[in-house]
């Protein structure tokens, strides 16, 4: 098979992955090939065991069209998703299933090393737990700024330790296999655009709403990554009357005044300033928090339903503009600030609607994540397939010898 | 010929019309195609008369590759694009070259009768005089807001009494051909990523000064419309301290405070609040401009000078949002108001590279547009010949016969 023959191949598999079973037909119209090109494709496909091909069931009694589907345990990824206090892993198969997972708290200020070590511990454990054999390809996804081309982070303003450690090198070198690195709320994007609420949507934006901001782009159907990869960095777009100043050096930064650790930190100050009795009885000495704000909101303390208003307001607003730029049919709320109640997602849906150019607001659709935490483990898997079987790589793996899992 | 052995002669023609000349190796790497695909829908495009190759010189002495290129002069399309106070129509080549051009001064707020005709009238006329034949398609691009499926603007600030007038159909239907309808901002960028500075950058936005301020993103290589096709509308973002009505009906928009209306205004004020004297002899009793004010402020009128730095430094502000957001390679300024000194070039530079986040900004080019007021011509015709070839397209025109130019 001439390497040219394989080109795409990644387009048909994406097309499976989506839609699980598909015709030639559909298959066709999906990936953009003509019918012999396509027909010699799956050729190849069948050849390496990764594709199958069965009569449908026709319901009409006519002629019954063959679909194809990916053979579900001919081969898998290996996927870890770093959170700032949690790490989830798991095995995916090719056709985008999860086959297995691991989660565990784990401190991403812990560094590279011990992060790291422990993605493999677990990452082991599920391979021989499952009887797993070697991973066609694996993927990592960091809540940092990534340097696709190095395969590591650039100054990440909440992983002390991390700055250009070799994460794809290190990782990759462990299990002997190709290695992809990207970030969190991108994979998380790409998540919902194959599985979740993004479906049927070719330009949306996920926000991420944790302990900091951010948001991945989808325009004209792709995740959008920017020149250096930093697209999407809504959490450092100023909000108007705030000069707060942001970890990130600058002033005004829409995470420095309604991410979760602003959040946070407002709670304290309540607590510390006297200005919110209902809060100091509910925390009782310790540290207050994002969720105790919340709490002495719903039972009625005005003052932290201001902040917490407050805080949606602006992020509606700073939605507003991102949304007035790009024009998406859809803006995807996820993250675990998202969970902490209503106040805030009502404020923030008034003000981005509110704020919005007209023509860009009227159709818009404001949902919340249909994935949650798994979004981050289904996008990095579907990263790491859509490279393996790109036409880059399938050309170097192709003169090298098939990917491990399939010697 | 089978129409679905027709995809992808779109993408070789896009690459012969941006590189002029190119080997088979050189159009399989730009296509993506395989050999066999490529040389099947070479020999289509000969056969229509499209495309020659030739053999190369070859400097090396040794084997002489074939070199593919459209041939010059084999079929043209009409493109017309309208401005706030002026219209430029042309007649371009397959391959992407200007045959013939006619300007024209035309106030676009005389309606679309009285535009149209007289845009038909240039057309005609430029047809005749190169002796042309039937066009193969046509395009014309105007200064509002275009809703594609229809063909038309809706609510356009600038366009009086075009609000739904349906421009496509009506153009389209006097020449008896295939019409599309786009945005001037939009073809503008366009223009540049084809032929002007935008080459070579996947991620950029082209940013028009003029009456309004406008810009279309390109990102991912693809021109990015949005979901309602109003992507990129840079000028109704908000500047901090600004609450001033906009014509679009919000408060504090960028256009509403540093477009070239809003400074005409400016200068205006300044005369009639006797704020300058200099701009009041330089006028000396005339409407006062913002080419007034920039020529007060070169005599070293301050009070001229801080309005153009003013609304530099807001322009700039308002752009470092989109390059945080976007992460693009590159801003390309365009536009009247560009043209008029460098007061103002000089703030919002330092304005955008202060406000961008660092990661975004570090690489950032800034610069001016290459193709001045051919990019929305050349833009607009790239966009017809796209189009023309595009899978969904041919397919119907294959079917009906080939177009009225191959006739």
Redesign the interface.
Known sequence: V?N??L?GVGSILRALRGAGRLTRQEL?QAS????S?LLQRLDVLRELGIVEERLTSSSTGGRRPRAASIRPGQGHVLVAALGVTGVTVAAVDLSGRVVDTRQNSLEIALGPDRVLTECVRLLTDLTQANGLGPSWGMGISVPG?VDHQRGMV??PPVMPGWDQFPIRDWLGDRFGTACWLDNDVNVMAVGEQRYGAGRG???FIFVKLGHGIGSG?V??G?L???????????G???V?DAPVPCR???VGCLEAVAGGMALDAAAERLVLEGASRRLAELTAGRTAGVKDLVRAAELGDTTCLAVLQQAGDRIGAVLA??V??????LVILGGGLLAVGDAMFTSMRKSLYG?A????A??LVLTRTELGNTAAVLGIAEVVLDELFS?AHIESWWHRGAPAGLR
Chains 1, 2 share one sequence.
Request: negative net charge; aromatic residues 0%; glycine residues 12%.
């Open positions: 001439e040219q023959r080109d066709a953009g090939m003509g019918r090109q700024p650039v100054s949507h070719d330009d782009l325009m004209g792709v959008q990554r920017g020149s250096r990869g930093c697209a999407g960095d809504i450092h777009l100023p108007m990130c050096g600058n503009h991102a007035s730029l790009l024009n998406p049919s704020h150019l007209p023509l860009a009227r159709e036409p």
